[in-house]
């Protein structure tokens, strides 16, 4: 098993491509609400903003296909939307209404919609490797060429579940495309402090996989990459360990400073911001205009705009009285203890 | 009615409930050719084969996990987890995610799948291979957790939980795995939350479960011979907790000693006592009592062993003392 090379990305469709800009364009506008919103105490709780990372989510998600399955992360609005996620859904749910996705009891950290393949966020650092690789398990004893792509970041791929998580991949050859986002940052410490390699995909060699590392804010390049680890999960030949090098614009959570970020570095990455380089090819390509580009941003406003509405004036809380609902299926707290439903 | 040995009828629960449906599978350590640790899967790799009896390496942490990730992407997969007292491996899995992703996604997915796992002192392999960790999982809302004693128990209950849509952790005792016991050869399953009386009495509810429901029932032997009629209950089942049955007997002989093989300081019976307490109190005439496990990692040396875990002479002493003659 060996450290491949990128595969460079190339310009599809119109209608293909605006799309990858609509998304990414969706998910910077649906961050920057979310900074704003917890700015305001309307969102509560934590939120890690995926700002400056959307070319991975979209150019990933845009290899697979409806039947396939992902696993995301605490910093998982990105996966969501990239997902097919609506964004009046995934807004309420961040704003724990029980209209959202997940009726309000997930929230921003634990958004999913398993329906449509998405087996969720999870709080836990490296808390979903462990059940993405089940999910490929059952791709696997399920034989209908279904793939996964297991989101996580840096820091995880320290965590010992990424370890186990891999070594069993590897053993079994099971179709999941790992997909390392490194951010450079665990929380406030860097990938140089805590991080025993730098490429974090070259650890790909402790697991009879292949290892890619891909610049993670060209959202071409992303997804022939990942295409190209799809394809071969899907033809049998097993699990890859792909890296995408990005960064966070915003901090860890809302309420981080970034005192462990210089503003130079911070800069440097603000000049590779994904969704401007991406608009720069489109435009140097001759796919799209200046004005057409324009115009998708505009409905992205009008979408966010609606997704605000919804959420903040058309929709409830959950009422306290439903907080003993779904712990089990088939059961519930009753006066004796659980009963059966 | 044929006599089965404790771990044949986990294995014939596992054979039937496989052969029934195609989307059951095992995986864990040494559960293929070895037949697991105790031999509760022999022979199952020899019908079902290496995919769907899957040898994994050792690691707690993605048995417990991919069997969330199988469970939610259509499996329904039995993983094994060797020892109890290797679940603080697997805990972050079976808790943080598989117990909890039902509830956080607001009910709109389930996590059917059920972590085998065994317990329990008797062998002098000393701390970290004979505890009992079941006050832990039922503390997690979205586990259940059961706990049968016997042969019929273990196969008809095994059978219900791998059919059942919930997290289930189903914990075997390494000294009942060569115990032998009636199994029907008809098809038979037990339902959740059902505890089973297995002696009446009017003078004193003894309530335990998995081995020490055994030796509740001797207790209640010795209490006979001083002319102390015991009842016993064997629990099977801890959550979802048969309640009505517990107070049913409370209200007819007022007097509870709860035994159980984990340690004494913050056990699980304590919460069966809360229950007895709060819809039985007026029906107590004495303090409920529980004899438990010392509280210290379990010693390697027979005699230590015997010391720190509860005995039917134990059992009995503190139902005489309930009824007053000690």
């Known amino acids: 098993m060996a450290m491949l090379e990128a595969v460079k990305g190339k310009v599809g469709t119109k209608q293909e491509m605006a799309h990858l800009l609509k998304q990414m364009m969706c998910i910077r506008a649906f961050e920057d609400k979310v900074f704003e919103l917890l700015a305001r105490d309307i969102l509560k709780g934590a939120s890690h903003v995926y700002a400056g990372q959307e070319a991975v989510a979209v150019g990933a998600m845009s290899a697979i296909t409806a039947t396939d399955y992902i696993t995301s992360t605490h910093r998982g609005h990105g996966h969501c939307l990239a997902r097919g996620g609506d964004l009046k859904l995934m807004l309420a749910e961040l704003c724990g209404k029980e209209t959202g996705y997940c009726r309000g009891r997930g929230g921003s950290m634990h958004i999913a919609d398993v329906s449509a393949g998405n087996l969720g966020a999870t709080g836990i650092v490296g808390g979903n490797i462990p059940v993405g690789t089940g999910a490929g398990l059952a791709a696997r004893m399920k034989n209908e060429g279904q793939v996964v792509l297991c989101f996580f970041g840096d820091g995880a791929s320290n965590n010992g579940s990424f370890h186990e998580s891999l070594n069993m991949a590897g053993v079994w050859r099971l179709p999941v495309v790992y997909i390392c986002e490194n951010n450079l940052y665990g929380m406030s410490v860097s990938v140089k402090r805590a991080c025993a390699v730098q490429d974090i995909a070259t650890r790909c060699s402790a697991y009879a996989m292949d290892g890619v590392v891909v610049d993670g804010q060209q959202v071409l390049d992303v997804q022939a990459t990942v295409a190209a680890a799809v394809d071969r999960a899907r033809k049998g030949d097993g699990p890859t360990l792909v890296e995408a090098k990005t960064y966070r614009y915003r901090g860890h959570s809302r309420s981080d400073p970034r005192a462990y970020r210089t503003k130079d570095e911070e800069a440097t990455w603000h000049d590779r911001d994904p969704i401007l380089l991406f608009r720069k090819l489109l435009a140097d390509e001759g796919v799209m205009t200046a004005e057409e580009m324009d115009a998708v941003e505009a409905e992205v406003d009008r979408e966010m705009a609606a997704a605000e509405k919804f959420t903040l004036e058309e929709s409830e809380y959950p009422s306290g009285d439903a907080v003993l609902e779904d712990v089990y299926a088939g059961w519930i707290k009753g006066r004796y203890g659980l009963e059966r439903l | ?326």
């Open chain 2, 1 to 326: 009615m044929a006599e089965k040995f404790y771990r044949e009828a986990i294995r014939d629960a596992l054979a039937e409930e496989m052969r029934r449906d195609p989307r059951v599978f095992v995986m864990g350590e040494d559960v293929a050719i070895y037949g697991g640790a105790y031999g509760a899967t022999k022979g199952l790799v020899d019908e079902f084969g290496e995919e769907r009896i899957r040898d994994t390496a050792i690691s707690e942490a993605a048995i417990a996990g991919a069997a969330v990730g199988a469970a939610m992407a259509g499996m329904r997969p039995v993983a094994e987890i060797m020892y109890f007292d290797f679940m603080t491996i697997a805990m972050d899995q079976f808790v943080n995610q598989g117990a909890k992703n039902r509830y956080m996604f607001g009910g709109k997915t389930t996590v059917p799948m059920v972590l085998r796992t065994e317990g329990g002192a008797g062998r002098c392999i000393a701390a970290q291979h004979s505890q009992s960790l079941e006050a832990w999982f039922c503390h997690a809302p979205g586990v259940f957790v059961v706990a049968p004693a016997t042969p019929y128990d273990a196969k008809g209950l095994l059978k219900t939980c791998i059919r059942d849509d919930n997290p289930i952790l189903f914990v075997e005792h390494k000294m009942l795995y060569g115990v032998k016991g009636e199994v029907p050869d008809e098809e038979y399953t037990i339902p959740l939350g059902e505890a089973a009386v297995r002696r009446e009495g009017d003078d004193v509810t003894l309530i335990a479960y998995s081995r020490m429901a055994n030796r509740a029932e001797e207790a209640a032997g010795l209490l006979a011979d001083d002319g102390i009629d015991a009842e016993v209950i064997d629990l099977r089942c801890l959550k979802p907790l048969d309640t009505r049955c517990i107070l049913e007997s409370v209200r007819k002989t007022g007097r509870v000693v709860l035994a159980s093989e984990a340690c004494e300081n913050a056990n699980f019976v304590c919460e069966v006592a809360m229950r007895v307490n709060e819809h039985a109190f007026d029906y107590l005439d004495a303090p409920i009592a529980r004899v438990c496990a010392a509280d210290v990692p379990v010693p390697m040396s027979p005699t230590l062993e015997d010391a720190a875990v509860p005995t039917a002479d134990r059992i009995a002493e503190a139902a005489r003392r309930l009824v007053g003659k000690v």
